[in-house]
């Protein structure tokens, strides 16, 4: 709980056995998340053993994608304050107290991975995947009037849930590109945006989405085609 207001993480999981016991617990041991919730999204491994034996609530999504994953995350948590997350390792549970911290005066708080100081040697963030991330970023802030942004893919990130339930209904991605899609209709329903710099660490396995270049520019490409059709033709 913080300052009286409930706490969820919720976390995407496709085959994930080999962190997810650690990501529960790192994020459960800050004191302040009263929920972690697994979203399993068809894994074929260990991954809901091993996330139940940890303390994590466990919940199924059939429909296959990241997107769909964390949609029927957002739907299920019950915090005051949702945290979207990854289980692999590359996020720190003690992060959550920075998106905390602008919980009461922003609707959702974005971390970025794009300061130096704080990707890890080990961290899958080379020049191509950090400048680009930068570059869709800047797309958007530019096609939206939005604030700095300069990340769109981060998935760590904070929304009040008074403010989801603003927008929620017209999530659409179920796939990769699902997180500048959020942004997008958080800023077309007039709420408050900041991004904030979060460490990122070495991923404990393969990235399904940004692990080979072809799954990166494939990933980059979709999430530019999204922003310029909710920016030209409505969405």
């Not at 003690?94 to 040697?121: H, N, P, Q, S």
């Not at 399904?208 to 033709?233: A, P």
Request: proline share 2%.
């Amino acid at each position: 709980m913080w300052n009286g207001k409930t706490v969820s993480v919720v976390f995407p999981a496709y085959n994930e056995e080999d962190n997810i016991g650690a990501a529960v617990r790192d994020f459960s041991g800050t004191g302040v998340v009263d929920e972690v919730l697994v979203v399993n999204n068809n894994s074929k491994d260990r991954t809901v053993e091993r996330a139940s034996a940890a303390g994590a609530r466990v919940v199924t999504e059939t429909t296959q994608g990241y997107g769909a994953a964390l949609r029927r995350g957002l739907r299920e948590a019950v915090g005051e304050y949702i945290i979207l997350a990854e289980p692999d390792g590359t996020f720190v549970g003690k992060d959550v107290v920075k998106l905390l911290a602008y919980a009461e005066d922003f609707d959702m708080v974005c971390g970025t991975r794009t300061a130096r100081e704080l990707i890890w040697a080990e961290a899958n963030m080379g020049w191509l995947l950090r400048w680009g991330n930068v570059a869709v970023a800047k797309i958007l802030e530019f096609l939206f009037n939005g604030p700095c942004l300069t990340d769109c893919g981060c998935t760590l990130r904070l929304v009040r849930r008074d403010a989801l339930q603003r927008f929620a209904g017209r999530l659409t991605v179920t796939k990769s590109h699902f997180l500048p899609e959020m942004v997008i209709l958080a800023l077309r329903a007039g709420l408050k945006i900041i991004e904030i710099p979060v460490n990122y660490r070495g991923r404990v396995g393969e990235s399904k989405i940004t692990g080979t270049l072809k799954g990166t520019l494939k990933t980059g490409t979709n999430m530019i085609r999204l922003i310029v059709r909710y920016r030209f033709l409505g969405g």
